[in-house]
């Protein structure tokens, strides 16, 4: 498996329309494209890529909770990656985003940080 680049970071907010008029507003991203998730939530763009992604959530994080649900890198090499993390025995949880049909692996480090890694389409176990 080859990480190829940082794609993106996923917060979750309470105050979904503050947070994107803030984005847009103060560091001059711009809202875009989203798949059509069963939550709420809005992803803003740097040019071509959705670098920040809101989720929606009815009640906001205390402050010493998280904020930051995950990062995601984006990566080639699926099957080689999914039989490295069933050799060594890490949990893992594999979906397919809906419209794009990308396939997103979740994982935990040491410390419990979530992680996203997104594989192009293109790349299925079967």
Do not use: K
Not at 10 to 37: A, C, D, I, K, Q
Not at 53 to 78: D, I, K, Y
Not at 80 to 88: H, N
Request: glycine share 8%; hydrophobic share 35%; charged share 25%.
């Amino acid at each position: 498996m080859n990480l190829t680049r940082l794609d993106h970071v996923n917060m979750r907010t309470s105050h979904l329309p503050e947070m994107v008029r803030f984005y847009e507003e103060v560091l001059g991203l711009h809202t875009g494209w989203r798949p059509g998730f069963s939550f709420g939530g809005a992803w803003l763009y740097t040019g071509e890529q959705a670098t920040v992604h809101l989720v929606e959530v009815a009640e906001q994080p205390e402050v010493n909770q998280p904020q930051l649900e995950h990062f995601c890198f984006r990566a080639q090499g699926l099957r080689d990656f999914v039989t490295l993390l069933t050799e060594r025995d890490i949990q893992h949880r594999l979906v397919t985003v809906p419209d794009n049909h990308n396939t997103q692996v979740f994982l935990r480090d040491p410390d419990g940080n979530h992680i996203e890694i997104q594989f192009d389409a293109g790349e299925r176990l079967e």
